[in-house]
Each structure stands twice: as structure tokens, then as C-alpha cells.
């Protein structure tokens, strides 16, 4: 089997995270941090704003399950690629929507990928594909959160259960099956 991996920041990486474990085909998502000039940034930091990086998740997934293009679609179906450096109230550039390609075939698919969610969207897509830079995985209590402590935080059940109705919704035949 082979394995690839996909990082995309979408606002929260808890929201994300939660999207993309739904998925058939996706055998891992971490969430952490990319794009800053911070080595080893935490949190805190990140959540400051001044480090550069943005709230990502890295995405193990098998493609003969599951497509580069398939993720991106859920990707651009499951956040406001309109919005710049903000997802609702959560702003900053940390919350920017990106791609973070790992090699030339997936910049391309990424730049196919805007192409192709733009006429879904009222306003035009601001999301960026930027270099893949070193990755930061987040700390321990930010992974899987909304299988444990998302249930309990009122922002993740406001959040995440739209997201995943809307996932649910359009990407029925891509969710896991067990």
C-alpha cells in the first residue's frame, strides 16, 4: 500500500481534523503548525499571531482509496476559502486558509482544486498555496480533540457538527465505513 500525505490549514485545526478523520481512506490526521519563521512554536505562540504559522493538519491518507483532488474538494466544501486570515470569529493569519503542497503534482492539483470549488463560492477564493516549510506537530491535547475533549467545548459543538452535516451532506460516498 502506499501512503501519501496531504497538509492543508483551514481555520482551526480542531475543526479540520474532526472532517478529515471522517473520511474512507485516511488512515491519520495530525494537527500542528507550518509556515512561520518560529522554530518550535507552541500554542500559545501561534495563537499570539506573530509567528508566521498557520493552524494545519497533516493528512496520512492511502490514494487508492482516496484521491489528492478528493481531499481538496472536501477541503474547499468544508471551510470559507473566502475568507482571508479569519474563519468566522477566529482571525488572524493563523487561521488563513493554505495548501501546503509537498510536491509539484499536488501544487498543481491545488491550483486545479481553486479552479474547480471557485463557481461554488459567492466571493472570490483567497486561499493560498504556499511552500510546505518544516511542520510542527501540535501538542498532545490538540490531537483527536473533538473524539474526546470537543464534545464538552462549546465552540467545537457549535463549530464542528455543521461541518460535518455539510460533509456528510456532499461527500456521503467518502466517509469511512467502520
Given at each position: 500500500?502506499?501512503r ?33 519563521t ?25 490514494p ?7 481531499l ?9 476559502p ?10 488572524g493569519?493563523?487561521?488563513r486558509?493554505?495548501?501546503f ?6 501544487a498543481d492539483?491545488?491550483?486545479?482544486g ?7 463560492w ?8 504556499e511552500?510546505?516549510s ?7 491535547y ?17 463549530v ?6 455539510k ?12
Amino acid at each position: 500500500m502506499t501512503r501519501e500525505t496531504a497538509i492543508f490549514a483551514g481555520g482551526c485545526f480542531w475543526c479540520t481534523e474532526a472532517v478529515f478523520q471522517s473520511l474512507g481512506g485516511v488512515e491519520g490526521v495530525e494537527s500542528g503548525y507550518i509556515g512561520g519563521t518560529v522554530p518550535d512554536p507552541t500554542y500559545k505562540q501561534v495563537c499570539g499571531g506573530d509567528t508566521g504559522h498557520a493552524e494545519a493538519i497533516r493528512v496520512a491518507f492511502d490514494p487508492a482509496v482516496i484521491s489528492y483532488a478528493d481531499l481538496l474538494d472536501v477541503f474547499f466544501a468544508t471551510h470559507d476559502p473566502t475568507q482571508l486570515n479569519r474563519q468566522g470569529n477566529d482571525i488572524g493569519t493563523q487561521y488563513r486558509s493554505a495548501i501546503f503542497p509537498l510536491d509539484a503534482a499536488q501544487a498543481d492539483a491545488a491550483r486545479a482544486g481553486i479552479e474547480r470549488a471557485a463557481p461554488d463560492w459567492p466571493a472570490p477564493i483567497v486561499t493560498t498555496v504556499e511552500n510546505a516549510s518544516n511542520w510542527y506537530p501540535a501538542e498532545d491535547y490538540h490531537q483527536a480533540y473533538w473524539e474526546g475533549e470537543g464534545q464538552r467545548n462549546p465552540y467545537c459543538m457549535a463549530v464542528i457538527p455543521p461541518k460535518l452535516a455539510k460533509l456528510r451532506k456532499g461527500f456521503s460516498d467518502r466517509l469511512r465505513t467502520a
